[in-house]
């Protein structure tokens, strides 16, 4: 557990479920956090917990969907996946995303 | 997606439960894989524990935040938007106090009108089992109703099987000895049986027993609650006293509950005591109610009564009359009361539908000023649900407010009706603000509500809010425009039936108002009396009176003419006999009239040929009659008699008092013209008139015509009689002019009522109309300004918003017209010599309509002439 770690930025948890729902296709809460944290590598820090209220206000806007289905402890378990507004919906954040970071960059490298 | 989206909420808040085990079981499936993975990378299973719980951080923390996305917030947010709502109200006091008026106003008086509904057409009657209550009558054809004689109540009454209880009534009046003047007052006499038939004990005391409507009983009488409370002072000792009824004494045995009863004609009920003389089958004098026995269906008792009917073929001497059972309920209510009723209810219905489109377009009017506030809204963050939420919940407290406000109206209404309106009401009829009626009022502020609110609250907030951030400010919005012009075709549309409707009653009751009654209405002054038989035992005592009267009556200063009379015109005659001629089959029913010498002159009723009734037709001499033209008439077409005057003919005449009715061979000796008996509406009736010193009787009415206001003679008159017989009560007095419009009622009532509805809703739509004109004024302000500066005049400018409001006119005027020809048919039975397309009463209101809504278009239009192009087009720089 190294010192570094930050916590997830503001507002972009939303972003890192739904991308993870759009690569990895439908999986449950557990999972999801775990992919989360190793694609992170561990440069976040991740309250595992934290992305349960993430995914009812993301399935409240109809961006993900659930289905009943058992866990690898053989336990019933909620299993998440993309809409179609959903993907629709990252798309709309991915390019968001990207023109804000664009947009960052491009005065961090005026500045110096 | 939005309403998916509410209705989430709302199901998460119904089952918090559930949903909160289906998050323990996930959160516990999630820390046992956590731990498996954790053991697989080599932990031992209490540090894997560890690791697992710390890597999923705080898990209360974690279900509040759950739950607060899930539900909470919903709640809040109701409660955030009723209290936002209600501030926004209170900043605007102006809008606020407009659209709670119009809807306090619309709802109650729609409240109010059900009330009525309610009353007289819904609700049960006040009596137990009232299915089980009926009228039975003889039947002279399959539609008429007609009273039965003592013998054959007699036979009914004996069908216990049918009957659990059968009663006959008659009415009477009596002299009822107070502190000053004897009064009148009404009283039924009833078999005993009476009070069964309802089902109603007594409050205090007990009504009749079996035995006493028999000969010999002793004179007892119950009273209304009403008269116990007014006469009595409600003294409880009331069943030791005894009531004056014509001088005799009556021992008071009961008092009836509070409740219907009260609203009855009648104060004071007696025992019907039927006179040797009276047990026969000559004399249809006899109305009567009765209670079937459980489980006896309507069907089966008119079976039963039609098998008597043919049992009694033998002594019953109309051989096509038959008999038949109706439910109470539907004689109580008239089919034009019903109608009437309808109309009334359905032309408020009209303009509650035209007040919350007002309310909705000033609601839209509203909206579109905020939309640079809703703008700043979404751009803040909040979702177009919310929006709608925010701005519905608005609504609602508007409707509720309104509502509240509303149902005050009603019970003020109620209050100042009640008594206009009781009179033309069955007895039955409670109008109360009882839970349906109140039940009623709740449907009404929903439906005003999704009428009012959804619509608004969906087009502010789904028009394009992107731009409104820059252009609020100036420009109009286009499709809320389109909507509220829209709404305001609508109300014109609603507004011309209403009208159309109300031009089309108020022309048929000018007709009515201009047929010629027969009889000159005008100075004449008419009361009733009723001879009490203690007084006036014998037929002489009766004719000494009458003739006493006249004679003080003619002496009066002022007074031109007087006559004692049986019946008023207009006011429908009580006898109807057949009258037959010798060697002739066939029978011709007539109306028969008692009159004395001076009723043709005093009423100015011309002689056609022959003579009227004079002072020699007395008792002892040869019994005449005077025919009127209708009678004359028939008896040339159907009898083949040019000349009537000094023919003989039979009838049957009622005696004096109990006596029945005996046959008679009256000679004819003059024809009268016609006069109007049954109201202005009615048909001509054949009628013949007998002098009533031949034919005396004791229920009279003194008519006298005077020579200046006849009102100031009432005194006088009450003296002059008082000088006569100082015991005997005058009642009903009413000048003719009063008789007239008392025999009207059924057709002005009704028509006041539209048109006063038909105003209400003229005006509704004129402010519909200023207010979307002014709105397009004020949003066109530039625009204007430019043209003037190009040179338009301020003619162009108001003939343009003239225009305007004509094209918005003439297509609600073309869809009301064709909502009228779709729907006056309804008015048919109410109108008098009047279609129901008349051409004329349909062009009036359409030119009230466009006069009404272009006088209110001429405001905004004045505003507009008055723009001032250098100010307009320096504000907007």
Redesign the interface.
């Given at each position: 557990m190294s010192e570094q770690k930050t916590d997830v930025p503001y507002g972009t948890l939303d972003l890192l479920i739904l991308k993870t729902l759009d690569t990895m296709g439908p999986m449950?809460?557990?999972r999801i956090?775990?992919r989360i944290e190793q694609v992170a590598e561990n440069l976040v820090r991740l309250?595992?917990?934290?992305i349960?209220?993430a995914l009812?206000?993301l399935e409240?806007?109809?961006w993900i969907r659930t289905q009943w289905g058992i866990?690898?402890?053989k336990?019933?378990?909620?299993f998440y996946s993309l809409t179609r507004?959903g993907a629709k919906q990252l798309s709309v954040a991915v390019a968001n995303w990207e023109r804000a970071t664009a947009l960052v960059a491009r005065f961090l490298e005026a500045e110096s | 997606m939005k309403i998916r989206f509410a209705l989430r909420r709302l199901l998460a808040l119904v089952r918090k439960r559930r949903l909160d085990g289906e998050l323990d079981g996930e959160i516990l499936a999630h820390i046992e894989m956590a731990e498996l993975d954790a053991i697989a990378s080599g932990l031992s299973r209490e540090e894997a524990r560890r690791v697992a719980r710390r890597g999923f951080g705080g898990i209360q923390q974690m279900k509040e935040d759950h739950r607060d996305q899930r539900s909470v917030r919903w709640v809040e947010n109701l409660w955030r938007d009723v209290r936002y709502g209600m501030a926004s109200l209170a900043r605007d006091p102006g809008f606020t106090t407009v659209t709670i008026g119009l809807l306090a106003l619309g709802i109650g008086a729609n409240t109010a009108m059900f009330s009525i509904v309610n009353a007289v057409l819904l609700k049960p009657l006040p009596f137990p089992e009232p299915e089980r209550m009926v009228r039975v009558w003889e039947t002279p054809a399959a539609s008429q109703r007609n009273p039965t004689t003592t013998l054959t109540f007699l036979d009914w009454k004996r069908q216990g099987d049918v009957f659990e209880a059968l009663a006959a009534e008659e009415s009477f009046k009596a002299a009822v000895a107070t502190d000053g003047d004897p009064v009148r007052l009404s009283g039924k006499m009833v078999s005993a049986d009476y009070f069964n038939v309802f089902h109603v004990q007594a409050q205090i005391g007990r009504t009749f027993v079996p035995g006493e409507d028999q000969p010999g009983a002793a004179l007892v009488v119950v009273l209304s609650h009403s008269l116990w409370q007014r006469q009595f002072g409600g003294d409880p000792g009331i069943l030791k006293r005894d009531l004056l009824l014509d001088g005799q004494p009556h021992r008071i045995i009961g008092v009836l509950p509070k409740g219907s009863f009260d609203r009855h004609e009648a104060r004071v009920w007696k025992p019907l005591i039927f006179a040797p003389d009276q047990m026969n089958r000559g004399q249809h004098w006899l109305h009567v109610v009765g209670r079937l026995r459980p489980g006896v269906s309507i069907e089966q008792a008119q079976a039963k009564m039609r098998a008597l009917r043919a049992s009694l073929a033998g002594v019953i001497a109309q051989k096509d009359w038959g008999f038949t059972v109706d439910p109470f309920a539907r004689l109580l209510v008239g089919d034009t009361l019903r109608r009437s009723i309808y109309l009334a209810f359905a032309s408020v219905l009209l303009v509650l539908l035209i007040a919350c489109a007002n309310v909705a377009n000033l609601v839209l009017a509203k909206g579109a000023t905020r939309r640079k506030e809703m703008a700043l809204r979404t751009a803040l963050g909040a979702g177009r649900g919310r929006l709608i939420a925010q701005l519905f919940t608005e609504s609602l407290v508007l409707c509720l407010l309104g509502g509240i406000a509303g149902i005050a109206v009603a019970y003020l209404l109620l209050h100042a009706a009640t008594p206009l309106v009781a009179a033309s009401l069955p007895f039955t009829a409670d109008l109360s603000l009882d839970l349906s009626v109140l039940g009623f009022a709740a449907v009404a502020v929903m439906t005003v509500l999704i009428l009012t609110g959804l619509l608004p609250s969906l087009q502010t907030s789904f028009g394009k809010l992107s731009g409104s951030l820059n252009q609020a400010a100036r420009g109009s919005s286009g499709s809320s425009a389109a909507v509220r012009r829209t709404i305001v075709i609508g109300e014109v549309a609603a507004s011309v039936v209403l009208i159309c409707g109300a031009a089309l009653l108020f022309k048929s009751l000018a007709k009515l108002q201009q047929v010629d009654a027969g009889v000159r209405i005008d100075h004449v002054i008419t009361m009733s009396a009723d001879l009490p038989s203690a007084a006036y035992p014998a037929p002489e005592t009766a004719i000494a009176f009458y003739e006493a009267v006249v004679e003080r009556l003619r002496s009066l200063p002022g007074v031109e003419q007087a006559s004692v009379s049986i019946g008023l015109p207009l006011e429908g005659v009580r006898w109807g006999e057949f009258i037959t001629l010798p060697g002739v089959k066939d029978e011709l029913l007539v109306r028969v009239k008692m009159v004395d010498p001076w009723y043709f002159p005093t009423l100015q009723i011309p002689v056609e040929s022959g003579r009227g009734i004079e002072v020699r037709d007395r008792t002892g001499a040869p019994p005449v009659m005077v025919i009127n033209q209708e009678v004359a008439r028939h008896l040339s077409s159907a009898f083949g008699m040019s000349n009537p005057v000094g023919r003989a003919v039979g009838i049957y005449l009622p005696g004096y008092g109990p006596i029945p009715e005996s046959p008679v061979s009256p000679r004819i000796v003059g024809v009268i013209r016609n006069e109007r008996t049954s109201g202005l509406h009615a048909p001509i009736e054949p009628v013949i008139y007998v002098p009533l010193a031949q034919f005396p009787r004791q229920d009279i009415n003194l008519v006298v015509r005077t020579r200046s206001d006849p009102q100031a003679a009432v005194s006088g008159i009450r003296e002059a009689v008082r000088q006569v017989d100082a015991h005997l009560p005058l009642g009903d007095v009413r000048t003719m002019e009063q008789v007239k419009k008392h025999s009207m009622l059924w057709a002005t009532e009704p028509t006041w009522v539209a048109g006063a509805f038909a105003g209400v809703a003229a005006l509704l739509a004129a402010l519909g109309l200023y207010g979307v004109l002014a709105h397009a004024v004020t949003q066109q302000r530039r625009e204007i300004g430019i043209r003037m500066a190009v040179g338009a005049r301020p003619g162009d400018v108001v003939s343009h918003t003239l225009r305007d409001a004509l094209s918005m006119l003439l297509v609600g005027l073309v869809l009301g017209l064709g909502g009228a020809f779709a729907l006056t048919r309804v008015l048919k039975s109410l109108l008098f010599q009047v279609s129901a397309l008349d051409p004329a009463a349909l062009a009036v209101a359409c030119f009230l309509m466009t006069l009404v809504g272009l006088l209110s278009a001429l405001i905004p239009a004045s505003c507009a002439a008055r723009v001032d192009p250098m100010t307009v087009l320096r504000d907007e720089g």
């Open positions: 449950h809460g557990y956090a775990r309250n595992q917990g934290s349960y209220p009812i206000r409240e806007q109809g866990s690898e402890t336990r019933k378990v909620k507004a | -």
